[in-house]
């Protein structure tokens, strides 16, 4: 008779993400997955296959995690431009709450596994161009309801938000306070419009 698997995935997911968030993929021992996420390793090979497998389905859950919460901003009553801002306010005060964060799971994946990993590296793509669009979206709507008037079409504007969101939680590694994460913040808005 085969064993029942007794655990809840969502939660070794999300656990196993917190790992490798803090850790990155090449600092995340077996064990020290095994003893976080309280699996055996036969349940563990059983239902991830490998550390690597675990890494992937981790990273699409915290994308998932991510986007989760950035369609929480987008069912705000507020108008694009309002979103990006509150957004980027959010980014910071989680940053500023967390300082021991190590960032984001998804900048720290891009700079230490993509370029070895074709399956990281589509996994990133995806997260970017998810980001583009809704950036995009909340652009459009911005404009449409005449909050801003951009000199280009929205989507030229996508990369550069993503880049300083991105950038955001790389500087917080660097020590950065509050008020110069706001100033990026601010910097990044005032170039917009």
């Not at 991830?48 to 915290?62: A, G, T």
């Not at 705000?76 to 709450?97: C, D, P, R, T």
């Not at 980001?131 to 008037?149: G, R």
Request: proline share 2%.
């Amino acid at each position: 008779m085969p064993k029942v698997k007794q655990f809840n995935k969502e939660k070794v997911l999300e656990v196993a993400s917190t790992i490798f968030h803090q850790k990155g993929y090449n600092g995340t021992s077996i064990d020290e997955i095994l003893k976080a996420t309280g699996l055996s390793r036969s349940s563990l090979y059983d239902s991830f296959k490998d550390k690597h497998n675990l890494y992937l389905q981790s990273l699409e859950f915290y994308k998932n995690a991510e986007k989760d919460g950035y369609e929480t901003v987008n069912q705000k009553k507020l108008n694009g431009m309002q979103k990006i801002e509150f957004l980027f306010k959010e980014v910071v005060n989680h940053l500023v709450a967390h300082p021991n964060d190590n960032g984001c799971l998804m900048v720290n994946a891009a700079a230490e596994m993509s370029k070895h990993c074709e399956k990281t590296a589509k996994l990133i793509c995806n997260n970017k161009e998810d980001m583009h669009e809704l950036f995009t979206t909340w652009l459009n709507e911005a404009q449409t309801s005449k909050v801003i008037n951009l000199s280009n079409a929205p989507k030229s504007y996508a990369p550069f938000l993503f880049n300083s969101l991105c950038g955001l939680k790389v500087l917080s590694q660097s020590g950065a306070t509050k008020t110069e994460l706001n100033n990026v913040v601010k910097v990044t808005l005032d170039a917009i419009v």
